[in-house]
């Protein structure tokens, strides 16, 4: 059996002879390393400058206008069999989709220099984590990915010392810019061969291998072979005065918020009654079940690959200071005095993303998808538990999305099933992150719609397969934080006073609350939140609380027939859950009385 270094020098020496580069880099995660990088592209004008005074270490890099969020169109998952990739992916038989971009890759580093760049996803020595190497011409990310993940000389040595071993082979990643353009782009996921070949694109969720394409499309299916979960979800900690420490984890689809969340300030008098936040990661979660029969979760990154836009002082401030420094900016704008700007900042931009003088008739002055790349490290509520090789032990799992109506803020499921329903039957509008039209409602189950490396009926099962004797799952909660009223503003504050909404899950795992029972799930009784010092109207509360069953029943046949479209494969348990909520509702609003009373 080949040792992990002649596996990884064989496949480089196969990759070179494809693309045939004038130069072979391999990456040792340096300082020094970093600084050249940073170098050479603010000669090559890849990266420039921004106003070292304001902002020490950081740089602004300009994508390609045509390449600037992640094209899920173009996004293949290539099982051997159609049917294993499922509804939820776009297939190509692996053979034809080797061949396809093969075809693109052939020749295309002549006289450029090749990266090989080794990277692990979790601590170095944490037995969650997984290594990768991911090949590019691009020392955008090759500096991206120093940020993002364990990258370099150590995560070499854990590929060389697994070797071949079932757990221990690294995930191939071939990665070109190529021309730029979106005719001649891909983004291929061969989970079988653990291999990833990504063509045409910069821009981070295409080209920063390690990320979406590592960490979940391939993640996913060894989890689901290995019995864990690869999770696009943020871990936060939260210690409350009584010092009990809780770690939620939470599903958002991309751009709604999950950022913002992992890092809250908490409101000024919890402040003073001693709530801390602990941020573990912002992204992604990789959990599986430890010998307590709790779930456990590492994130598997290192730094934060955020949305720029409406990060401000109002709704982040760790953020703000995290990116103070040393942070690479990807399509934000410039001030006259060269800092950083982006729509929801003080100040006024005089340079678009484009590089263009700004002009409003020309659009927002940064990116609505622009983006800052930093090191978890420099957060300052970042946890040293984020290291931890075993890590953290999830108390509750948080799905959620963007609906302006009919979802309240906050419900519990009744137990692992139902949990498993709710975040199966999730929805959310559209956003920036992905090409295409934002502000339509679509189904985004557990948020990894665009994630999920196979078929989402068989996704599903493996969620409800942790449901064991013995398990000590967490409780599973669903939420709402932008819930509209008839004028048309948000219902709730959210950002830091999101934090009552957690104090009220944190109650409940601890059995301290009772709740109110109703066919969706149990929601807030009379006064379990704790809204002192806030500036909400009660019909606010009742609206933001409301069960509207009719329109349930509605929401429930929806989701019914959007189960369906994972047929044959869809488990027969949940769509036993999905009838037992639909009849619970039917049954509630055939007794007029009681549903007006929680209406
Ligand atoms: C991301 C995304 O970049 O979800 O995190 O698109
Ligand atoms: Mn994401």
Redesign the pocket.
Known sequence: MASGLEALTSWVTEMAALTRPAHIHWCDGSDAEYNALVQQMLQSGDLVELNQQTHPGCYLHRSDPADVA?VEHLTFVCHPQREDTGPNNHWMAPDEAHAKIDALFDGCMAGRTMYVVPYCMGPIDSPLARCGVEITDSPYVVANMRIMTRMGAAAQARIEREGMLSNGTFVKGLHSTGELDPERRYIMHFPAELSIKSYGSGY??NALLGK?CHALRIASNQARSEGWLAE?MLIVGIENPRGETHYIAAAFP?ACGKTNLSMLIPPASYLRDGWKVRTIGD?ICWMRPGPDGRLWAINPEAGF?GVAPGTCSGSNPNALETIARDTIYTNVALTADNQPWWEGLPGTPVIDWRGRPYDAANGPAAHPNSRFTVSARQCPTWSQEAEAAHGVPISAIVFGGRRPSLVPLVFEAHHWSHGVLVGASMGSETTA??TGTVGVMRRDSMAMKPFCGYHYGDYFAHWLSFDQAGARLPKVFHVNWFRKGRDGKFLWPGFGDNLRVLEWMIDRVEGRLDGVETPIGILPGPAELKLDGLDLERHQLDELLAVDHAGWQAELAAIGEYLETCMPRLPERLRKEQQRVAEALTEMLRQPRQADATT
Do not use: E, W
């Open positions: 992640r981070g969720g979406k696009h991309s992204d690959f992150a992905a």
